[in-house]
């Protein structure tokens, strides 16, 4: 046991050892896999950032009853209980003058200072009503939005039903978008990690053939190669998830607010430590996919 | 201990480049094995089937026991590791040290790291590089470079050494320790083949009356004169027409013996160039450092008149 551990740390510091002796050969196969992993992870990033707007959405707002300024917490709450009666209905939430200004400040970010001079009650209260099952459900309780349209107190009744479906479109589109470039980039991804440890086979055909002459078996050659490709593609990873931590810390915010600015709701989250486990694992088996492909291609004899 | 019978190798696509040409011959264990020719004779092919690098078009090899056409490819491994190779530039790792290229031959066998680093120092301490274990294989001379291949090839203690001209990248005196170095590896027990035309290593071969086989486009010949210079009257009578100018012609000179001349580096007497002459004085084997080149005067059109 101890041993084999022994025989392990002696073989990753001879992998590094090795691979230091050739700094060019190893930047460009770790920076190959940096560089796809890079590229994937902003993709993977922007992609699930929209995937989670169109989930706040899907579950989010359906109806909006704007309440008249002389109703009275109390008058809103009746009102808010009469909804909630209804099976559709899945949730009333009510809104205050005071909510709805916050909700407005924090959706404009950076640019707050437009709100300077707006009195906080400036803003109607309002009831946003979600319904059970989602979108398509609002066509069926029209004769319902009559009848709320006519509700002493209730001042406007606005079914968002016609932009959501629109917003729903437009993120699926992004959502397609964000697949097909996913798909493109892990193409390219791949195309570029087996050029760059074709490269660096090449580099390497001297050593592989010095390995042949000595007597290793083929085994012992493919394991060597594929070690490497395995460190260098966790490498790369690794660097990957720092230039991406430093680009999500450098335009996050500003990503962020400017989706919530449009779309009301969303954030650039950062990859939690275990998608950066599964990160450098995706390198380290990228350097090993791509090795065993070279290898197998290219160094017969 | 290695056995060919009738073995053909041709190249090209009609087979039309005739390597080996129904080759037989026998190498018993312990032997020190010339094997000499012009380039293109053959020699490194014949080499090469025995490590099993290549397959004859017809013929059997016996390698140690083995009929190599029916070893299968992952034994081939197995056969290696009891054949050391060492080849004329060397094929050294230069960014390792000396004695990382020497263990990477016992690496590849699995063997403890702390036994491979004993081997590994003591296979140079043999080669006489003892001091220089942690130098950079790049940074090492010539001689040193191909002193650490022997190195390579001898750790792993196989039972037969394949060395492809050795010398040819080595000075006179460097070729002197080489093979001062490859006759200790010899007595030790290994059987050595030297492929070479190299016409010093052949009169040094003479001297310690090793077995010597001429290649010639393919075929085994009987070593020709001008392939097995032993003779010191042949050494003379080749230095003698030419125009010594002010040095006297060896056979004149009181101070050496003619039958320590050494040619470096030349296929064939008839393509002799003067500067490729060299003079040791007797008993070179212990004193490599006292080989006085010899100076001639070269006509003007650069050929000894
Ligand atoms: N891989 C090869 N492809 C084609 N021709 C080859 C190859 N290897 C050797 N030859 C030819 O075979 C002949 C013998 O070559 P070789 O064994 O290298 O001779 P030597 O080592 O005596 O100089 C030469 O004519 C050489 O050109
Ligand atoms: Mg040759």
């Known amino acids: 046991m101890i041993r084999t551990l022994r025989a392990g740390t002696y073989a990753v510091r001879r992998a590094i050892g090795g691979m230091a002796r050739r700094p060019l050969v190893l930047a460009l196969s770790v920076s190959a896999i940096g560089v796809a992993l890079l590229l994937g992870g902003v993709v993977f990033l922007g992609a699930r950032a929209v995937a989670n707007v169109s989930s706040s959405w899907g579950g989010g707002v359906h109806m909006v009853v704007y309440l008249g300024d002389d109703v009275n917490p109390e008058r809103a709450q009746a009102i808010a209980g009469a909804i909630e009666e209804l099976d559709a209905v899945e949730e009333v939430t009510y809104i205050s003058p005071a909510d709805a200004f916050a909700r407005l400040e924090q959706s404009l970010g950076g640019r707050r200072e437009l709100l300077e001079g707006v009195e906080h009650g400036a803003l109607p209260s309002s009831l946003e009503v979600s319904f059970a099952g989602g979108v398509r459900d609002v066509a069926g309780v029209s004769p319902f939005v009559d009848r709320l349209r006519k509700t002493p107190g209730v001042e406007d009744v606005e079914l968002v039903s016609d932009w959501v479906d629109r917003l729903v479109f437009l993120l699926r589109s992004l959502r397609a978008g964000a697949i097909g470039l996913a798909l493109l980039v892990s193409l390219a991804a791949i195309y570029l990690v087996s050029v760059t440890v074709r490269l660096a086979l090449h580099a390497r055909r001297d050593e592989i053939a010095i390995l042949r002459l000595v007597g290793a078996t083929e085994r012992y050659v493919k394991g060597h190669v594929l070690f490497d490709g395995l460190v260098q593609g966790a490498l790369g990873a690794g660097l990957a998830a720092g230039a991406l931590h430093l680009l999500h810390g450098w335009i996050g915010p500003d990503l962020s607010a400017t989706m919530s600015g449009i779309l009301g709701t969303g954030s650039f989250a950062f990859f939690v430590p275990r998608e950066i486990v599964a990160l450098v694992a995706l390198g380290a088996t990228l350097g090993v996919v791509g090795s065993w492909l070279a290898i197998e291609k290219h160094v017969d004899a | 201990m290695i056995a060919l019978e009738h073995v053909s190798r041709r190249y090209g696509r009609a087979g039309e480049i005739v390597a080996l040409d129904d080759v037989s011959l026998e190498i018993d264990e312990g032997e020190f094995v010339l094997l000499s020719g012009p380039s293109g004779a053959g020699k490194s092919t014949l080499l090469k089937l025995i490590f099993a690098a290549e397959r004859p078009e017809s013929g059997t090899i016996r390698v140690l026991g083995h009929d190599l056409a029916r070893l299968r490819g992952s034994s081939v491994p197995f056969l290696r590791r009891n054949i050391g190779v060492v080849f004329q530039n060397f ?8 004695l990382d290229n020497v263990a990477i031959a016992l690496e590849v066998r699995g063997l403890p790291r702390r036994v491979i680093r004993e081997r590994a120092a003591s296979a140079l301490g043999l080669v006489g590089l003892a001091r220089r274990l942690e130098a950079r294989a790049g940074w090492l001379s010539a001689g040193e470079q191909q002193r650490v291949a022997i190195a390579r090839a001898i750790a792993g203690e196989p039972a037969i050494l394949l060395a492809d001209e050795p010398t040819g990248n080595l ?120 080989i006085v080149p010899l100076h001639v005067v070269r006509s003007a059109n650069g050929r000894p008149s």
């Open chain 2, 171 to 290: 000075d006179p005196r460097l070729t002197l320790d080489l093979l001062q170095i490859l006759f200790e590896v010899n007595r030790r027990g290994t059987t050595i083949i030297v492929a070479t035309h190299d016409l010093q290593v052949m009169a040094a071969g003479a001297r310690h009356g090793w077995r010597h086989l001429g290649l010639e486009t393919g075929r085994i010949v009987a070593p020709t004169r001008h392939q097995w210079l032993d003779d010191a009257e042949m050494v003379a009578a080749a230095v003698a027409p030419h125009d010594l100018g002010s040095v006297p012609p060896i056979a004149h000179d009181p101070s050496h013996s003619a039958d320590h001349a050494i040619f470096a580096d030349q296929p064939s007497l008839h393509d002799l160039m003067p500067e490729q002459l060299a003079l040791a004085p007797s008993g070179y084997d212990e004193s490599a450092a006292e």
């Open chain 2, 91 to 98: 094929r050294l790792l230069p960014g390792l040290s000396a």
